[in-house]
């Protein structure tokens, strides 16, 4: 049903219901939504809650991931997904928009716009891709100031500490780091950028109990692990959080070529989701059936045929 009809929605906190998926057996795998239309069809293909990267925000956007977005830009994105799917987001935090003030602020936009979970690193400004080279470390020190700030600000969202120190401190440094943030209160740890199953399976060894963040990124340092084979390792989330912006844009790049190259989009229609799968994915009946005014659409069963004349030649 439309986010229209309320009474639909769970009115429980997002933060207790993202906690009662981690509470179930097994892994809780999140794919990453770069939009609206993204977090429907995952909710249709029967995932349970999402993530939204700032990677693929910034990249919807024609920006580059280096911390150049804002907090109420981000806020934007979170209620396009909640909105259009209600489920459990998690939200990349980059770090935290500033120092502890900052987080607290970020914190409470973060809450009010629906998001169940949020995700700080400890890198600094300007920060990068945490698959990318010469990253530059917050002192652990201070980037603990930040989460305990992020958890006495928060209300019920659940907080993820991202460390990038695998990299350049290796995994003494990043378990080192990880517990520190967990003392400073944060609910779980996600170790960025591991280039191997037995570093993944290491950290975890030294991380007994804590709930542990995998990213399966594609194109990065980390080879490609299913969700099953994360469990395994140890770990209780899994993400992929710039796939879905991966294939729509590559579709797009195509498109625009094609379009360009025929003058038209007619090589282009078996890839294209037909009218009635647009209006079946957003519930667009449901949307006519609240307002008696509308008159029910009829969807075109098809588009109308060119002459053969009128055949452009491939």
């Known amino acids: 049903m439309p986010y229209l009809a309320a009474t639909d929605f769970s009115p429980e906190p997002a933060g207790h219901r993202f906690r009662e998926l981690l509470k179930r057996p097994g892994i809780l795998p999140m794919p990453g939504a770069h939009n609206g ?18 990677a693929a925000m910034t990249a919807s956007m024609g920006l580059p991931d280096l911390g150049i977005i804002t907090v109420d830009e981000v806020a934007f994105f979170i209620r396009q997904l909640v909105r259009a799917a209600d489920l459990p987001v ?94 400073a209160g944060a609910d779980a740890i996600f170790p960025e950028a591991l280039t191997t199953a037995e ?49 729509a844009a590559h579709a797009q790049e195509r498109l625009y070529g094609a379009l360009k190259r025929d003058g038209g989009t007619h090589n ?3 890839r294209m989701q037909t009218r009635a799968e647009l209006y079946r994915t957003i519930a667009y009946a449901d949307y006519e059936a609240l307002d008696a005014s509308i008159v029910q659409t009829i969807v075109p069963e098809g588009m109308p045929q060119m002459s053969p004349s009128a055949v452009p030649v491939k």
């Open 37 to 54: 239309m993204a977090a429907l069809q995952a909710r249709q293909a029967g995932f349970g809650a999402l993530y939204l990267s700032g």
């Open 90 to 183: 998690l939200v990349d935090g980059d770090t935290g928009y500033g120092e502890a003030l900052n987080v607290m602020h970020m914190v409470r936009v973060f809450e009010d716009a629906g998001a169940a979970a949020v995700q700080i690193e400890d890198q600094l400004l300007p920060k990068k891709c945490g698959h990318l080279n010469d990253k530059k470390l917050a002192d652990a020190q201070d980037f603990a100031a930040k989460v305990a700030a992020a958890a006495r600000a928060r209300r019920h969202l659940y907080i993820i500490a991202r460390t990038d120190a695998a990299a350049s401190e290796g995994i003494e440094g990043a378990v080192a780091r990880a517990r520190l943030y967990m003392q």
């Open 199 to 247: 570093m993944f399976k290491e950290f975890a060894r030294r991380m007994p109990g804590v709930p542990l963040l995998a990213n399966m990124t594609e194109f990065g340092r980390t080879p490609f692990f299913t969700a099953a084979e994360f469990e395994a390792m140890g770990y209780k989330m899994v993400i992929w959080p710039v796939s879905s912006l991966r294939v």
């Open 268 to 270: 282009m229609l078996d």
